[in-house]
């Protein structure tokens, strides 16, 4: 299975944690968007994108990065969105809503999606020296695992 991993991580590289545990798991590659070719993402089986969550949104240069593939033709493979926030991600708007329904726009399969609390110092957190500054931590590291694992055996799922 080739698998690639497309991530934004910018404050505290917990994204980046995330990211790398789960291409430890399914044997991806992580880049940054601007540093990964479309064409290698249409020959992937498996493709995850992820970043922190700013403004009850993932990170604009993912975003933006995702518009701009080129709508497949014929089925690509199946796509993962996963995320970091300091805050929960409410069940009525979750973070990677918007992101999934792009990529399956694209043409991506679903395969999941994955959010977990991180480490967070935006505007008025910073005041109190940010919030969750444990996490992620080796619960949701085991999560991230357990995530990658079903993933790599072709099944969907989401945390």
């Keep these: 299975m080739k698998a690639v991993i497309v991530c934004v ?16 798991v399914v044997d991806a590659k992580v880049v940054a ?17 992820g970043s922190g969550v700013f403004h009850g949104r993932m990170h604009p ?3 933006r990065f995702a518009r701009a593939l ?8 199946r796509a993962f969105v996963f995320a970091t926030s300091g805050l929960p991600e409410p069940p009525w708007a979750p973070f990677t809503r918007p992101l999934t329904r792009v990529l399956a ?9 994955f959010s977990c609390r ?14 969750k500054k444990q996490r992620p931590d080796e619960q949701d590291m085991a999560a991230v695992r357990e995530f990658g694992a079903r993933l790599r055996d072709g099944g969907a799922a989401s945390y």
Excluded: C
């Design 33 to 49: 968007p601007e540093d990964v070719d479309p064409g290698e993402l249409a020959a992937a089986d498996l493709v995850g994108f």
């Design 70 to 77: 080129p709508t497949a033709p014929a089925p690509r493979g």
């Design 105 to 113: 726009a694209k043409g991506f399969g679903p395969a999941g999606t």
């Design 118 to 131: 991180a480490y967070d110092t935006w505007a008025p957190f910073r005041l109190v020296g940010g919030i």
């Design 9 to 24: 991580s910018v404050s505290h590289g917990n994204t980046l944690r995330v990211a790398e545990a789960l291409g430890d």
């Design 61 to 63: 240069r993912l975003t």
